[in-house]
């Protein structure tokens, strides 16, 4: 299987911060990757797939970058919506699989 | 806007089979080229994915599972069904089904999920 491993594991920040979560691969995962976000008893939302294309409907504050094994979720301003628990996952290879999940706190 | 909604027991024995169907509306479940999943989450815990299956049938479960999953679909009905086996304490979890949405290639994101429901395994 192929491991997700996400950096960092929880993140303090203010309101109008710029956030960046890092999501790295055991192994070339081109770009099948993509990123949710989870609010507190909710299904995981989409935003962000194959690492840069923004889902339909998600604010474009929200961008993704990489390929290989290195990957960024960046959120540009952050908003108090935005303060949830995010995670990456592959598609490259099955079975899929997910990262750890970065919380995102109120600082 | 296609919806997904899970519903089965909230509270399964264990040893017993955990069994779980999720209805799609907004959409057929055999129209397009998409897969449909069963994901979980173990309380507090990440995602696994469980495994998918295709409206002709065809399926793909996560190896780590593999041995008691059973994932089914009924296009009459517009709903796919999960069946896990010999469950413990260690299959409590809120399960979810999604669908996998077809953009090129090996990208298959979650574009639609369920809300999800908790399955208690207990006596």
């Known amino acids: 299987d192929i491991q997700m491993t996400q950096s960092p594991s929880s993140l303090s920040a203010s309101v109008g911060d710029r956030v960046t979560i890092t999501c790295r691969a055991s192994?070339?995962?081109?770009?099948?990757l993509n990123w949710y976000q989870q609010q507190p008893g909710k299904a995981p939302k989409l935003l962000i797939y194959?690492?840069?294309s923004l889902q339909s409907g998600v604010p474009s504050r929200f961008s993704g970058s990489g390929s290989g094994t290195d990957f960024t979720l960046t959120i540009s301003s952050l908003q108090p919506e935005d303060f949830a628990t995010y995670y990456c996952?592959?598609?490259?290879?099955?079975?899929?699989?997910f990262g750890q999940g970065t919380k995102v706190e109120i600082k | 806007q296609v919806q997904l909604q899970e519903s089965g027991p909230g509270l399964v024995k264990p040893s017993q089979t955990l069994s779980l169907t999720c209805t799609v509306s907004?959409?057929?479940?055999?129209?397009?080229?998409?897969?449909w999943s069963w994901i979980r989450q173990h309380p507090g815990k990440g995602l696994e994915w469980i495994g998918y299956i295709y409206y002709s049938g065809t399926t793909y479960y996560n190896p780590s599972l593999k041995s008691r999953v059973t994932i089914s679909v009924d296009t009459s009905k517009n709903q796919f069904s999960l069946k896990l086996s010999s469950v413990t304490a260690a299959d409590t979890a809120v399960y979810y089904c999604?669908?996998?949405?077809?953009?090129?290639?090996?990208?298959?994101?979650?574009?639609?999920w369920g809300q999800g429901t908790l399955v208690t395994v207990s006596s």
């Open positions: 192994q070339s995962i081109s770009r099948y």
């Open positions: 996952q592959q598609t490259y290879s099955t079975p899929w699989t």
């Open positions: 999604a669908r996998e949405l077809p953009c090129g290639g090996d990208c298959r994101p979650f574009d639609y």
């Open positions: 194959a690492a840069s």
């Open positions: 907004g959409g057929s479940i055999s129209s397009g080229n998409y897969y």
